[in-house]
C-alpha cells in the first residue's frame, strides 16, 4: 500500500464574516501518494476551504489529527499541521506543493518557458533541459514554449499552468476547477493527464471540480459535501470520502 500523505481526523474550520458563518467538518480523509482525489459539489459547500486547508493557507480551528507526510532527503518528514509556524508552511507549499489555479494564474509578460520554469526558480529547484521537455511533450507543449499566454488556448493556458504546478516535482498536487474555463473535451484531458501524472509521479493530486461526471467511476478517491443551513446566518457543510477499488 502507498504511504499517506495527508491524515485527517475531526478537522474544523470555521469562517466568519458579516455576523454569517460558514463551518466545514472533515471527520476523516487520508490520500496517498499515487493516488488521484477528487473534490465534487456546487458553489459554497467548502471545496475551496478544504483545497485551502490541505495548501496550509488556513489553520484549523480545530482538530484531532492533521498530518502531512512528505518526502525530504531521502526519508519521510510528517509534520502536525495545527500551530505550524508560517515560516515551515511556506517552505512545504514552496517545496512539496504544486498548485494549479482556475484561471490558470500566467503571467502575460513571461513566455510559456518562463512561466514553467518560475516555480522552479522560487523553489530553487535545479530542472534540467531534459525534464523540462519530458513534461512538455506529455503536456502536448513542446511547440508553445517561446509564446505569450495571450496566444494560446484555454486549453493550453491551463496545460501551461498544470506544468508550471509539477516542475518542481512535488509531491502533492492541489487543482482549483483546472477545467471550468474550457469546453468538455479538453477539460477529459486535462483530468486524464492530472491522473496520469499522479501514477508517474507517485504524486497525491487532489482535483476540485462542481461536475462529477467527470470524475465519477475515475477517482480513486472522492469527497463529496453534506450541506445544512443550521439558521439563516450559519451554514455547515461535512464531507463524506469514497474510495475506488483500482483495476490493476
Known sequence: ?????????????????????????????????????????????GKSTLLDLLALVLEPSSVNRFRLSVLRHGGVEECDIQGLPENK?????RSHIGYVLQSGGLLSFLTVRENILL?????????????LDALVDVLGLADQLEKKPQYLSGGQRQRVAV???????????????????VDYPTALDIRDE?????????AAVIMVTHDRSLVDKVADVQVSFSVKRL?????EATTFVEHRERSS
Do not use: N, W
Not at 164 to 175: E, Q, S, V
Not at 194 to 202: D, I, P, S, T, V
Not at 231 to 235: C, G, I, L, S
Open 163 to 181: 506544468a508550471r504546478a509539477l516542475i518542481h516535482r512535488p509531491r502533492i498536487i492541489l487543482a482549483d476547477e483546472p477545467t471550468a474555463a
Open 1 to 45: 500500500m502507498k504511504s499517506v500523505v495527508y491524515s485527517l481526523r475531526d478537522v474544523v474550520k470555521t469562517r466568519s464574516k458579516g455576523g454569517a458563518s460558514f463551518t466545514l467538518r472533515v471527520p476523516e480523509l487520508d490520500v496517498r501518494r499515487g493516488e488521484f482525489c477528487s473534490v465534487v459539489g456546487p458553489s459554497g459547500c
Open 119 to 131: 516555480t522552479a526558480q522560487i523553489s530553487r529547484t535545479r530542472v534540467s533541459a531534459r525534464e
Open 89 to 93: 508552511a511556506a517552505r512545504i507549499r
Open 231 to 235: 439558521t439563516r446566518a450559519q451554514v
Open 194 to 202: 492530472l491522473q496520469g501524472l499522479a501514477r508517474q509521479m507517485e
